[in-house]
């Protein structure tokens, strides 16, 4: 922290160098176009939503329940970005731009296995805005960067979608999966990645000397270790989350109710089948009695709601791994079985 005369002029300078290295991010081009068809056959659907490796049912139960309720709102969410591959609109905060490859990388690790690359476009450019708002949180708390820097550090992080992605890529090549890391081998990725997205190495130098200056390496470690959102864009992804949060990301507000409440529940699903409403449902961290060996059941899992028949009085559901059951992941539950089953759930206006 900054306590005197030349430490306030050091910081200004490193501010000023940051406004410059901003200024000249946001005019730089990346590179390549996409990587392979951005829809497949079923288009936006839930039809070709799948689940990867990550613990991510709760944000592709989300999307696929969107992807019935409101394709087009999904469809406009994605655009090609100047930069190169595409950006991600939200209803709120800045666009992600999301490249060709980390839409490779996801695609190697098996992160996403859906149809056409649109889900894993959505799933990126999200991730990235998790990542966004960790690091957000983390300036904003922290008692290391000092309160007149921290403006020009939060202006940065809502403005470079450049800087943003390097250091993603950087953090997740170099943090074991119990968030130790070593800060020179972090501060040489962050340098090589800020140079293939063609930052100038004099403003990349500026960007890794403001971060030093800021002691943001040597406290970083123990920030991974504690906040996993600011592990890098997957790994926040990976580490769970809660449907709501993905519903507001692209509709603009969502809102939760607990299924022990039947009434105001039976109520939301009549809303549901009259049409643009997209629901997801959670189920209990332990199977309620019967449940545990039905071929639909997963213990603290988030399936889309996509349909109440008042008729029959029975839900259709759909499990984002697009199976258990097979061979898609669709199912119909006894409305008694689905209020039994699911502890909570979470919708769109």
């Known amino acids: 922290m900054f306590s005197n005369c030349m430490g306030w002029a050091r910081g200004c300078a490193v501010a000023r160098g940051m406004v410059v290295l901003l200024t000249a991010t946001l005019s730089m081009a990346a590179s390549a176009q996409g990587t392979g068809s951005l829809y497949g056959a079923h288009g936006v659907s839930p039809d070709a939503v799948r689940q990867g490796t990550l613990g991510s049912c709760y944000f592709h139960s989300s999307i696929a329940s969107l992807a019935k309720a409101a394709p087009e709102t999904l469809r406009s969410a994605i655009g090609r970005s100047s930069l190169g591959g595409y950006k991600v609109h939200f209803a709120s905060g800045p666009d992600e731009v999301v490249f060709p490859d980390d839409i490779e990388y996801g695609r190697t690790h098996s992160y996403d296995r859906s149809e056409g690359d649109w889900v894993l476009v959505l799933m990126r450019g999200y991730a990235q805005r998790a990542v966004r708002h960790g690091l957000s949180e983390a300036i904003q708390r922290s008692e290391i960067i000092p309160a007149y820097l921290k403006p020009v550090a939060l202006e940065w992080l809502d403005r470079s979608g450049l800087l943003l992605v390097a250091y993603d890529r950087a953090i997740r090549s170099v943090v074991s999966q119990d968030g130790s ?158 209020l039994q089953g699911f502890e909570s759930a979470s919708y769109s206006d």
């Not at 990976?238 to 009434?263: C, K, N, T, Y």
């Not at 709601?305 to 669709?330: A, I, M, Q």
Request: hydrophobic share 45%; net charge positive.
């Open 181 to 338: 890391l070593d800060k020179n081998s972090f501060e040489r990725a962050l340098a090589a990645q800020l140079k293939t997205l063609g930052i100038p190495a004099a403003q990349a130098q500026a960007f890794v000397g403001f971060l030093d200056e800021t002691r943001f390496f040597s406290r970083l470690s123990l920030t991974v270790q504690q906040n996993g959102e600011v592990f890098g864009a997957y790994k926040a992804l990976g580490q769970g989350g809660i449907p709501v949060r993905v519903i507001e990301a692209f509709m603009g507000s969502a809102h939760a109710l607990m299924i022990a409440d039947r009434q105001m529940t039976v109520e939301y699903l009549q809303r549901l089948h009259r049409g643009r409403m997209a629901m997801v449902a959670g189920t209990f961290a332990s199977a309620p009695a019967g449940l545990a060996n039905s071929n639909w059941w997963v213990s603290a899992h988030a399936y889309s709601v996509l349909d109440y028949d008042e008729y029959s009085r029975t839900v259709k559901l759909r499990n984002p791994w697009g199976k258990r059951p097979d061979p898609d992941g669709y199912f119909t539950l006894p409305l008694a079985t689905f």
